[in-house]
Structures are given as C-alpha cells and as structure tokens.
C-alpha cells in the first residue's frame, strides 16, 4: 500500500499515451534526449555501475544502449509501455519490469538499494515532487546518483512566447504542458533547490538542443523539409552557444 506521506497522483495513463503519440516534435526530441545522456555518461565516466532503476523508460529506455552488463529495474506505470517494454527486453535476464507507479512503489521500497536512479521526462509530470524525491532519496545508499531531464522553461521559444506576448511568464503553463497533465516547469536554480530540499546536492549540469519554436511549429518545419536531419543535428550540436536557454536540463545529483 502506498505510504500515507505520498500524494498519489491518479493519472490517466491510457489518455496520456494517446496525448503523447499525437504530440508533434516529441519522437525527435527523444532520440536526442538519449543522445545527450550518453555523452554526459561518458562525461562524468559513468562506466561501471551496478544497480540502476529507471521510472518511466517509455518507448526508449535507456537499458538498450547503457551500460549493458548492470542490473536493471524499470518502473513504467502505463500497462500499454510496460507490455511494450516486456516484448521489447523479453531476452535480458539482467532486466526487471515493473508496472506500478513511482509513488507506490518506492513507498514499499527497502532503503539502500540503487546506485544509480534515471528520472528523464518525468519529474515535472508528478503531482508532488518534493515528496517523490524524498521517497528516492530514502531508498538510496549515501553516494548514489540520480540523473533528471526535464524541459528549460528558459527555453529560447518560451522567451520568444513572452517577448510576442503568448505567455505572460517564462513559468506559465503552456497548452501543451497543460495537454501532457505536467505540474510543474523548471529553470536550472527551481530544479536544484528542489533536489537540495530534497536532501540531492548537484554534480553535473547541463542544457541541450536549441529549440526556437514549439513541438507543433518545430514538427511543421520538418514535415515541410524546412528542417532536416543535418540541420536538426546542428541545432543539437549548438547547444553549447545557447547554454542556460536550450530546449532541456539535464542534472547529475548525488545523496548526501
């Protein structure tokens, strides 16, 4: 049963999925999402570690290209990608597939189990973060790392949407967040005073992909060849040039 200090947040997982299948720009934003968390695991040489837990792998876990030889939990509430997932991984004995939410889960969870906890996408779609993170941060040994991506609200398109009076803040909730159910957004300073309340200490920070315009207008200009594959890898390759503003946070932290 869930703890009683957890918010569980009820969502409607099936409509979700449906939402997320029909968002535009999303499928091309994930391939360079995972991109990104491989050069930050070479970065920081994540080479060898033993135990990792991923929430929410979706259609692309990261337990097909990382780190190979660990032992793998992926935790994915949504019955439709936990099944995808099964089918997908049916032939690594070194991955275990849960279908339970992250609230449930880790309220049931022993202390001092993973070395490394994956939290891409997901943490700005919980009713309640500050309670979820504690919950990792009470299952983790002291050391443990926790990688989050969650999206820039000082995204060059949201300061775009401000300047062209479309949001009245870089903070305000925009349709597709509200479309998605995401709770919150945040800067690279919300994020980590979130995990240091959180009991989280940040080792790594970094932003990723350039990105001027919305998922819907991004995925018109694909759609209609005015963006291209190479230009989309420059616009990922740019991210350096545009660092506090790209599209996406990606935070190491650290329990301490």
């Known amino acids: 049963m869930p703890d009683d200090r957890i918010k569980v947040h009820n969502r409607d997982h099936e409509a979700y999925l449906r939402d997320f299948d029909a968002l535009p720009f999303e499928r091309i934003m994930e391939t360079f999402r995972v991109k990104k968390i491989k050069e930050i695991a070479l970065t920081i040489q994540l080479t060898d570690v033993s135990e990792i837990l991923e ?16 032992q793998w939990t992926l935790l994915e509430p949504s019955k439709d ?30 202390e001092n189990r993973f070395e490394m906890v994956l939290l891409s996408s997901v943490l700005h779609e919980l009713i309640s973060p500050i309670d979820a993170l504690r919950q990792i941060h009470r299952c983790l ?53 979130l995990l240091v309340l959180a009991g989280f200490k940040s080792i790594y ?45 990606f935070m190491m932290v650290e329990k301490v």
């Open 55 to 70: 929430i929410g792998p979706g259609y692309n876990s990261l337990a097909a290209t990382l780190w190979q030889n660990s």
């Open 81 to 110: 990608l936990f099944a995808l997932n099964v089918k997908k991984f049916e032939s690594r004995t070194n991955i275990q597939i849960l279908n339970h939410s992250l609230e449930e889960y880790f309220a049931a969870l022993g």
């Open 141 to 193: 040994p002291v050391g443990s790392k926790m990688l989050i991506v969650v999206p820039n609200n000082q995204s060059v398109h949201r300061q775009f949407g401000v300047t062209l009076d479309i949001l009245k803040d870089t903070n305000s909730q925009t349709s597709t967040e509200k479309m998605m159910q995401q709770k919150a957004n945040y800067s690279i300073s919300s994020l980590e005073e």
């Open 205 to 249: 920070t970094s932003t990723s992909f350039v990105k001027p315009h919305t998922h819907k207008q991004m995925q018109e200009w694909v759609d209609s060849k005015r963006l291209l594959s190479d230009d989309l890898d420059h616009l990922y390759n740019l991210s350096f040039a545009f660092h506090p503003f790209n599209a996406e946070i």
